[in-house]
């Protein structure tokens, strides 16, 4: 994919946030991504995302804080912590990175009714998996056309400005 590392994001754009950016933040997998944060935070950039976004990121680090743990073994970890509700109890560290989201100065807009609508195009145009095309409805309906991600999904639609971190590779969707 070629495209525009997260570095390069102007002062004072405004930038819709896939998740992946927070994961691999909160992974320590991509100083681009603790960068862009730390640039929301401070103010140079208006970063927003979307609650849809927010309950991958907050699934996604909840499986990933079990298996770093050893709460649990890797392999269909979602399915073992459904069957092990005493360890869902347990996690906490992916909590408190989660409450950190609104106090880096980032927006989160809700996914209402017509999002979930427009939703269908991005589907229908460009193949996108579900989440994706909620973020990218949310992110067209706010008039934010530049995304901020990981993944290559967004890289075809029309009208949009993809950003990624060019401190990793930049992958096909794992959603």
């Known amino acids: 994919m070629t495209g525009s590392t997260l570095d390069t994001i102007a002062s004072g754009s405004r ?9 691999h933040h909160f992974t320590g997998q991509s100083l681009q991504c603790r960068r862009l944060l730390e640039r929301c935070e401070e103010g140079e950039v208006g970063g927003v995302t979307c609650t849809a976004a927010i309950a991958e990121v ?14 649990i ?3 269909n970890v979602a399915r073992k912590l459904r069957e092990r509700p005493d360890v869902v109890r347990r996690l906490q560290m992916y909590q408190t990175q989660i409450d950190r989201i609104p106090v880096m100065g980032i927006d989160i807009l809700p996914v209402d009714a017509q999002v979930i609508a427009a939703s269908a195009e991005f589907r229908r145009l460009y193949g ?3 989440n994706d095309s909620i973020i990218a409805a949310c992110a067209a309906s706010a008039s934010i056309r530049i995304l901020a991600s990981a993944d290559r999904d967004f890289a075809a639609i029309d009208g949009f ?7 990793l590779p930049v992958r096909e969707s794992a959603k």
């Open 15 to 23: 930038v819709f946030l896939d998740a992946t950016i927070f994961i």
């Open 58 to 71: 907050t699934h996604r680090l909840m499986m990933i804080e079990a298996v770093s743990r050893r709460m």
């Open 73 to 75: 073994e890797g392999g």
């Open 128 to 130: 996108l998996l579900t």
């Open 161 to 167: 400005v993809v950003h990624h971190p060019g401190d």
